[in-house]
C-alpha cells in the first residue's frame, strides 16, 4: 500500500468533480482499488502503488481535457480511463513536472535534463550548466513551479545578476524595476507558460513568487524557498559566494549558467566557474552539465553554437601557434 497527494491547483474542482461531487463518484467508481481523498485543490490518494500510478497517468489526461475543452463530463471520465494510450511522446507519469497551459505537459525531454530533474530532487544544490537552449533554465523553473504547487516550499526566489550583455540599460525609461524588468523577461515567459495569468499575478503581486536581481539578494536569509539563480555566468565570484550563502534551512537552491558567455569585464573572473571547481565534492551538492545534444530550441540553435564553437577552437590553435613561433 502506498500514499500520494497530488494537485489540481490553477484547475476548477467543480469543473472536475462536479457540483455535487457527481463526477468524483465515477472517477471513484473507475479505480475502486484506490481510496481517494479530495481537499480543495489537494487530492490524496491512498491504494496499491500500481494503481495510483494508474491514476496519476489518468489524471493528466482529464486535465489536458478541461484544458482543450474547458469542461468535462462523466461520458469523457470514462472513455479517457479506457484509452489505452495518447499521443504524449512516450509520456509517463514521473516525467512530467508541470501541467501548463493549454494542456501542455512541462517535462524533462533530454536524457542531461532528465538528469537535472533527478539532482535537483535528491539535492539542495544543483548547477546546471550548458549552452543556450538546453532547457536549462525552464526546468528549473518548472521545478520550482512544481515544488511550490505541491506545497513542499511557501516561495519561488528567481534572480539573475544584472549585468548589461553588450548593451546598455541606462538609455531605458522608468525606474529600476522598469528598466531590469526586459532583462528579466526569460524568467516571466517560463512562468507564463506553467501557471494561469489571474494565478501567476496573485503570485507576483503577495511575493510567492519573487523575480529580482541578484543584487537584492543580499543581507536575506532564503527559508522555505525554492531559488534559482540564472545566468550565474555573469556574477562575480563574491555575488555568487553572496547568492548561496542566503541558504535556509528548508530552502533548495538551482545555479545555472552558460560558461561559453561570460559578460563580466575582461578583470572580472565568473564565481559560476570558481564554484564548480572549490564545490564539486560537497555531498549535497550536484553539478549537471548539458550539451548541444539536450537543445531543444530550432534545429538550427544546435548548429549555430556547434560552428561557433569550431570557429573559436581554430582561433584557439593559431593563438598557440603563434604563441610558440614568437617563443622560438
Known sequence: MGEKVLSIEGYDPLVLFGSNENKLETIRSLFPQIKI?????????????????????????????????????????????????????????????????????????????????????????????????????????????????????????????????????????????????????????????MLPAAKLEKYLEDGTIEIAPLAYMRGRTLDHAFAILDEAQNATQNQLKMFLTRMGKTARFIVTGDITQIDLPKKQQSGLIQATKILKNIKGIDIIYLDEKDIVRHPLVGKIIAAYKTEENQIGFLAKNESRKSEN
Open 37 to 193: 481523498i479530495v481537499r480543495g485543490e489537494m487530492i490524496k490518494l491512498i491504494g496499491p502503488e500500481k494503481a495510483i500510478k494508474a491514476f496519476e497517468s489518468y489524471l493528466d489526461h482529464v486535465l489536458i481535457h478541461i484544458e482543450q475543452f474547458q469542461s468535462i463530463n462523466e461520458t469523457d471520465l470514462t472513455s479517457l480511463s479506457l484509452k489505452e494510450s495518447i499521443d504524449l511522446e512516450a509520456f509517463t507519469p514521473n516525467d512530467v513536472l508541470v501541467h501548463g497551459r493549454n494542456g501542455v505537459l512541462i517535462k524533462a525531454r533530454t536524457e542531461n535534463q532528465k538528469k537535472l530533474v533527478v539532482s535537483a530532487t535528491h539535492n539542495d544544490l544543483t548547477f546546471a550548466i550548458g549552452p543556450a537552449g538546453t532547457g536549462k533554465t525552464y526546468t528549473a523553473v518548472a521545478l520550482a513551479v512544481r515544488a511550490l504547487k505541491n506545497k513542499e516550499v511557501k516561495r519561488v526566489i528567481l534572480a539573475r545578476p544584472a549585468v548589461e550583455a553588450g548593451e546598455s540599460l541606462g538609455f531605458l525609461p522608468g525606474d529600476m524595476k522598469e528598466k531590469l524588468d526586459p532583462y528579466m523577461m526569460p524568467l516571466y515567459d517560463a512562468l507564463r507558460d
